[in-house]
T-cell receptor, first 113, second 114 residues
Framework: GAGVSQSPRYKVAKRGQDVALRCDPI?????LFWYQQALGQGPEFLTY????????KSGLPSDRFFAERPEGSVSTLKIQRTQQEDSAVYLC???????????FGDGTRLSIL | AQSVTQLDSQVPVFEEAPVELRCNYS??????LFWYVQYPNQGLQLLLK??????LVKGINGFEAEFNKSQTSFHLRKPSVHISDTAEYFC????????????FGTGTRLQVTL
């Protein structure tokens, strides 16, 4: 596709459940980023991939958060044993090179009940 | 570490009036600067970027911004706004080195009315 695609757009889960969020970056983009955007706030960095290598995961809030990009294209953000504070919009972005502007998907809105 | 401050959480303005959205940043290293716009239930769309060169940067939809290194500012301006400009605007900074993760401000809600 022409842009970054994220699925699902909306996800509702009960506290304690595991969830998986998918990001399909722009074809050919080597860099992929995940951000978390709480209500009324700016996005906050979670993790970064260059191709299949996860080079920075300093923003992941706990060991319940795990991200992967096994073939250097599609990425999955997994949250285990979800908690209410995980409720947020999760944004994925990709860029052609490290220093180029990032292109964002429309996000996945996660609600934990 | 870097930080971005957007002092105005909301800016109300009448249609066809000029607007300035303020952004100040803090960083110990050289930076790239960005403005993104977010419409309801959508991701972020790049308005403009400063990487190097001329400090006056022109972007899409008639927006422009000026990088002021001495004041560590990157204010966004538009000479005449439209109703369709109503959205959330985010200023962001990244370093010029390795993985260019973005650090965002808290956003400014631009509300354009007739």
């Amino acid at each position: 596709g022409a842009g970054v695609s994220q699925s699902p757009r909306y996800k509702v889960a009960k506290r304690g459940q595991d969830v998986a969020l998918r990001c399909d970056p722009i074809s050919g983009h080597v860099s992929l980023f995940w951000y978390q955007q709480a209500l009324g706030q700016g996005p906050e960095f979670l993790t970064y991939f260059q191709n299949e290598a996860q080079l920075d995961k300093s923003g992941l809030p706990s060991d319940r958060f795990f991200a992967e990009r096994p073939e250097g294209s599609v990425s999955t953000l997994k949250i285990q044993r979800t908690q209410q504070e995980d409720s947020a919009v999760y944004l994925c972005a990709s860029s052609h090179e490290v220093s180029q502007p990032q292109h964002f998907g429309d996000g996945t809105r996660l609600s934990i009940l | 570490a870097q930080s971005v401050t957007q002092l105005d959480s909301q800016v109300p303005v009448f249609e066809e009036a000029p607007v300035e959205l303020r952004c100040n940043y803090s960083s110990s290293v050289s930076v790239y600067l960005f403005w993104y716009v977010q419409y309801p239930n959508q991701g972020l769309q790049l308005l403009l970027k400063y990487l190097s060169g001329s400090t006056l940067v022109k972007g899409i939809n008639g927006f422009e911004a000026e990088f002021n290194k001495s004041q560590t500012s990157f204010h966004l301006r538009k000479p005449s706004v439209h109703i369709s400009d109503t959205a959330e605007y985010f200023c962001a900074v990244s370093d010029t080195g390795t993985a260019s993760k973005l650090t965002f401000g808290t956003g400014t809600r631009l509300q354009v009315t007739l």
